[in-house]
Structures are given as C-alpha cells and as structure tokens.
C-alpha cells in the first residue's frame, strides 16, 4: 500500500502498456480508472476490475461523444477529481511507408488518435485534475516523435508526424497550465514486448511500467514540459 492513495486515470487499458499500468498502480493501493474503448471485451482487463480499486470505463478517445458519457461516469466514480491522467492510448499506422508513399488517409487516421485523443481526453479531464493537488499529465509519447534524433530515418512517417505533433501539445498544455501548477510531461516506454512493440523488444511491460510509475511518483513543478524516458533520461525535442 502507498503512503497516499492516489485517483489515476489510464486510457487504452485494454492490452499493452495501459493495462500493465493498471495492474501496478492497483497493486500500490491507488484508484485506477481503465479506460478502454471496449472494456467488458478486455479479459485481462476484466479479471482486474473489482469496482474498488479498479473501474472500468467505456472510452474511444476520438469519438467526442464517448469522450463525454465517459468523463459523465467518470464525475460520479471521482467526485472529488482524479489525481493523475496518463494518455496511453495510442496507434503507429503501417511502419512500411517513408514519407514519400505515405497516404493523406493514414495520416488523419494516426494524428487522429495520437494526437486528438490526447487533446480530447486532457481537456475534458481538466475540471477532475483542478480538484486535486496533484494535477500531473502524463502523455505516453515515443521516442520516434523526437525530431532531432529521427531515430527511424526516413521510416514510419504516421507514427512519428503523430508522436512529433503529441510532444507538441505536451509542451503547449505544459505552457497553459504551468501557473495552475500542473505538471505535463511527455514519455517514451522504452521498445516495449506488446502487441505495437513486438516480440523481438527487449523490454518487458513490467519493466517499463514499474520505470515509468517511479518516474511519475517523482515529477516534480521544475519537470513541467519534460521528455524523458522511462528510466528518467531526458529526451530531446
Ligand atoms: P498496444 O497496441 O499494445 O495498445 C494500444 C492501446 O491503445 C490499446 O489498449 C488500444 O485499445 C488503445 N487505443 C487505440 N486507439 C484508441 C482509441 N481511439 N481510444 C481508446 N483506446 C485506444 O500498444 P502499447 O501498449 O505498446 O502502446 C501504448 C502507448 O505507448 C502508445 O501511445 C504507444 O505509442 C506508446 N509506445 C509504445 C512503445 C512500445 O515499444 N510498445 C514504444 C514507444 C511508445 P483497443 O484494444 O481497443 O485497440
């Protein structure tokens, strides 16, 4: 059990990394809200939710209208706020395009997701993170979104136009929210062993997770508009 039980919110808890955050945010002694755009279709999911610790809300971060019968639920699950939000969900688009192939459809669809779940999610939550002292947003970003190292070349242009546009709004909600003393920072997993990782990753969920939990536990004011990954190295922009 944590010092403090804190209220989390996680989207895309369905599979992968949301729902190992689920699983050791729970095991701490928090509240974890998993949201999932399907989450009575979510086994694992499932086998977690005990309507205590753990509460499971239907919510497809693109869809507006999801969005706010969700975040309606969400105001009665958390009357007093929500503590910390981390926008996990997220898609990488076909790797195999450069940016000399890629398609106007893809695009829209990975941005989409990427970049407009994660604004539609921070904004509806904002009133549930004013509640609370704590006020922290996570954004689970990538590595490939950081344009100065273009760790992928000439490769996966969705993904990193999306994670790239994702970093951007980290540092626009940080810059926004900075005298309200939020604490918005942008981090990468690690390549992680999930189904968007694939199993040649070096990395466990677990171990990234528990990384990324430490780190969270730990921002502080001076982290606002940070990039870091889940060990606590800084990433460029
Ligand atoms: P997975 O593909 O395993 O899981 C993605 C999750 O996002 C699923 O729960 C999926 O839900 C959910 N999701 C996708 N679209 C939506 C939507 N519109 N609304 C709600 N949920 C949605 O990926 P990971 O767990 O590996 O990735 C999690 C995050 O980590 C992503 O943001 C990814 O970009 C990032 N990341 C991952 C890395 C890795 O190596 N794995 C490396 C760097 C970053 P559903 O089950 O309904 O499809």
Do not use: C
């Not at 205590?52 to 019968?69: F, M, P, R, Y």
């Not at 790797?95 to 904004?123: C, I, M, P, R």
Request: proline letters at 3%; charged letters at 20%; a neutral charge.
């Amino acid at each position: 059990m944590s010092a403090q039980q804190l209220t989390y919110l996680v989207t895309g808890a369905s599979r992968g990394l949301g729902l190992e955050f689920v699983k050791q945010l729970s095991a701490k002694g928090h509240i974890v809200i998993a949201t999932a755009r399907d989450p009575t279709k979510a086994e694992a999911l499932v086998s977690l939710i005990d309507y205590e610790k753990v509460i499971g809300v239907a919510l497809d971060t693109t869809d507006q209208s999801s969005v706010k019968a969700a975040f309606e639920k969400i105001k009665t699950i958390a009357p007093h706020g929500i503590d910390v939000l981390i926008n996990n969900s997220g898609i990488s688009g076909p790797a195999s395009e450069t940016a000399l192939t890629a398609t106007a459809d893809q695009y829209l669809d990975v941005f989409k997701t990427n970049v407009v779940g994660t604004s539609n999610v921070t904004q509806a939550a904002l009133p549930l993170l004013r509640q609370k002292d704590t006020r922290k947003i996570i954004n689970i970003s990538s590595i490939v979104g950081s344009i100065k190292l273009n760790v992928h070349g000439a490769t996966m242009p969705y993904y990193g136009v999306s994670k790239a546009g994702e970093n951007y709004l980290t540092k626009a909600l940080s810059a926004s929210l900075a005298e309200e003393k939020f604490i918005v920072v942008a981090v990468h997993p690690g390549w992680v062993q999930t189904d968007m990782g694939g199993q040649k990753a070096p990395l466990k969920a677990e171990e990234s997770i528990a990384g990324m939990v430490e780190q969270i536990e730990k921002l502080t004011q001076e982290k606002n508009g940070a990039y870091f990954d889940y060990t606590g190295e800084s990433l460029p922009y």
